[in-house]
């Protein structure tokens, strides 16, 4: 059993184990002296805790220092493949693509900027696909306050990604198997039988054989037939500099679902008890950590002030003292709903594909993970004997994404999701006090997408025989419209 479960309160400030020393420092960019600019000093020395959110972020948006080939106009206009995007998704899906000999032409309006958000994967997965030298920050465990009573240890080791590292390691994979880059902003997608073409907003017109958008959540390339009815998670995040911390070095904290900082902001109460929003920190030394809080999962969208004003109080309640907010992040996630339209003309991977993990959010390391399987679709397709084109295309390559058993597993996480939706601060607690009863191979499997459907239905019952009585009522009394309709769901994807 990996899992540990301790009763007693955490020992806070205590660093009980050696800290897992990082490869490299994490912040290298940073600078070292401790004083905050004059401006942010004025700030801080002159108001209370809650001035963190009047800080401005120390870090400006940085420009990777890396020559990519670009695509040269005078040349043909003719790609087998075209790649909207230079996130995550696009430059993973790009190299592993051309890596079948295939020509590929990515395109972004800045291929080069550094990605802005904080991404945090379990090192597993990243050590699992080779890209463990990406972290630039591990914790061998990870916690979980359920509430002021109880903490669960978690034997599972926890990173940050780094994002430059992971960047220029995809750049740099694209650049040896040959992509091309443009750097523009693609307006418009026209399709005939045979071949796609795109429109940028630079005038120029791109030809190929599939385009796959990977332009994340704002995309408006991908055709939907149902209703979307997502989920949204939303968090703000800090790096900040802090006078100290109460966060044990050695551990990442994955929620804090404690209320006791609402003592101080009684209005705050009734609206956490019922759409609860929790604290994720990775402490990276006794002065700096990066905060955020986060609502798992609402609909409607939960207020972003409100998340905010929740944070100003945890963060005094916990004695935490922004001295510098080196980086923020307004996180915004839809999860969840129908899978885009299968087949359509155009493509997709990451965001804007049903990558998202519609019960937790996590997207980074699945689509590192599914992008060679993509890719090798696509090869099968594209490859030295080119005879699959147009609808046969992109039937396989959607249906490559997305077989049947990932899309019947994905209904059941959805329906992961729709129970969250349903249970309030304490319901939410209960469920994870049960959730990390499991046995690792349910809850890794089910946080990294990796359970088939049947080992996701046997995770049901194990959660079920774990969870409390009054867990057991939640559920019985919460989750069957979500599981009829899972059931109809999964029984029409099987038809
Ligand atoms: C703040 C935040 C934190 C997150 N943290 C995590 C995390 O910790 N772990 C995790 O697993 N997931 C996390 N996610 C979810 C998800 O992993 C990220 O959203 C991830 O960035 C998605 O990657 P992507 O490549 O699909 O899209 P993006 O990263 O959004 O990249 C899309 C790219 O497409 C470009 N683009 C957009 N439109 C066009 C166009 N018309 N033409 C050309 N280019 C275009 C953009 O410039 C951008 O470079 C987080 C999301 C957010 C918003």
Redesign the pocket.
């Known amino acids: 059993m990996a899992s540990l479960l301790r009763l007693s309160p955490p020992t806070l400030l205590s660093t009980s184990r050696p800290c897992s020393s990082p490869a490299k420092p994490p912040f290298p960019h940073l600078p070292t002296k401790k004083n905050p600019p004059r401006k942010n000093l004025q700030r801080v020395q002159s108001s209370s805790f809650s001035t963190f959110l009047d800080l401005e972020p120390k870090s400006k948006p940085e420009s990777l220092d890396f020559e990519i080939p670009f695509f040269n106009p005078a040349d043909r206009h003719r790609f087998d493949v075209i790649v909207?995007?230079?996130?995550?998704?696009?430059?993973?899906l790009a190299e592993q693509v051309a890596g079948h000999g295939i020509k590929v032409c990515c395109?972004?309006?800045?291929?080069l900027?550094m990605?802005?958000?904080?991404?945090?994967?379990w090192v597993d997965e990243f050590e699992s696909l080779g890209l463990d030298d990406c972290l630039d920050k591990t914790w061998p465990m990870t916690c979980v306050h359920i509430n002021d009573n109880k903490t669960k240890y978690l034997d599972r080791a926890y990173g940050?990604?780094n994002r430059k590292d992971l960047k220029l390691k995809l750049l740099s994979d694209c650049a040896t198997n040959g992509v091309k880059f443009h750097k523009?902003?693609?307006?418009k997608v026209d399709h005939d039988e045979f071949v796609s073409s795109i429109s940028?907003?630079d005038g120029t017109e791109l030809k190929a054989d599939l385009i796959v958008?990977?332009?994340?959540?704002?995309?408006?390339?991908v055709e939907y037939d149902k209703p979307r009815n997502q989920g949204y998670?939303i968090?703000h995040?800090i790096l900040a500099e802090v006078d100290r911390h109460p966060f044990d070095l050695d551990k990442m904290l994955l929620m804090d679902w404690r209320d006791s900082h609402l003592g101080n902001e009684p209005s705050l109460r009734p609206h956490n008890s019922k759409f609860p929003t929790f604290l994720y920190a990775m402490p990276f030394d006794s002065n700096l950590v990066f905060l955020?809080e986060t609502s798992l999962v609402s609909r409607p969208m939960l207020s972003y002030t409100e998340i905010k004003k929740r944070m100003v109080a945890r963060l005094r309640h916990l004695g935490i003292k922004v001295r510098a907010v080196i980086e923020d992040?307004?996180?915004?996630?839809p999860m969840g709903g129908p899978l885009p339209r299968i087949p359509q003309n155009v493509m997709a991977?990451?965001?804007?594909?049903g990558?998202?993990?519609p019960s937790?959010?996590?997207?980074?390391?699945?689509?590192m993970a599914l992008a060679p399987f993509l890719a090798e679709t696509i090869a099968e397709c594209l490859g030295s004997t080119r005879m699959i084109r147009g609808t046969p295309l992109y039937h396989k390559a959607w249906n490559g994404l997305w077989p049947l058993e990932r899309r019947c597993s994905r209904e059941y996480y959805n329906f992961g999701m729709e129970t969250l939706l349903k249970l309030d601060l304490n319901g939410t607690r209960r469920f994870f006090d049960a959730f990390f009863e499991l046995k690792p191979h349910y809850w890794h499997g089910f946080l990294s997408s990796r359970l088939s459907v049947g080992e996701l239905f046997m995770m049901g019952i194990s959660l079920f025989g774990h969870a409390s009585t009054t867990s057991k009522l939640d559920m019985v009394r919460k989750c069957p419209a979500p599981m009829a309709r899972m059931m109809g769901n999964m029984a029409l994807e099987a038809i």
């Not at 992040?329 to 996630?333: F, G, L, P, T």
């Not at 991977?349 to 594909?353: A, E, P, Q, V």
């Not at 937790?360 to 689509?367: K, L, R």
């Open positions: 909207i995007g230079a996130g995550p998704a696009g430059l993973r395109l972004d309006p800045s291929p900027s990605w802005p958000n904080n991404y945090g994967v940050r990604v523009a902003k693609v307006w940028c907003d958008d990977a332009s994340g959540f704002s995309s408006k390339f998670q968090a995040g955020e992040e307004k996180c915004v996630i991977i990451g965001g804007n594909s990558i998202v993990h937790t959010g996590y997207t980074v390391a699945q689509t």
